[in-house]
């Protein structure tokens, strides 16, 4: 019997002070979102400062990601505020939760 892996992607929004909007897909959440905070990529998220992600959600087939974030980048700027509402309406930066006692929060989700 072959063993599968299990592989989750990532579509998030993330913004700025100004609350500029960026929405992306990728495979390691935290990864990505250290690079977007150090501005590693250079481009929109360097350029305007995206540093906080406020927003995700996840799925473990890349064609539904990649297809989600194409419908998210193409909402309204109403419709994609009140997708983050639903998740944070307090539009923390969801980054300060993701570790707890030295252990990944995302990591636990994966294993419940």
């Known amino acids: 019997m072959e063993c599968v892996m299990s592989k989750d992607y990532y579509v998030y929004i993330m913004t700025n002070k100004s609350r500029t909007l960026?929405?992306?897909?990728?495979?390691?959440l935290m990864r990505r979102v250290y690079e977007h905070k150090n501005k590693l990529i250079k481009g929109f998220t360097s350029k305007y400062n995206i540093q906080f992600p406020v927003y995700y959600e996840s799925t473990s087939i890349i064609h539904?990601?990649?297809?989600?974030?194409?419908?998210?980048?193409?909402?309204?700027r109403s419709k994609k505020i009140a997708l983050i509402d639903s998740m944070n309406h307090e539009w923390k930066d969801l980054s300060e939760e993701w570790f707890v006692d030295g252990s990944s929060i995302l990591s636990e989700e994966k294993n419940h």
Do not use: C, F, M, S
Not at 64 to 76: C, D, M, P, S, T
């Open 64 to 76: 539904v990601a990649l297809e989600r974030e194409k419908q998210i980048k193409g909402l309204l």
């Open 22 to 28: 960026y929405t992306g897909v990728t495979n390691d």
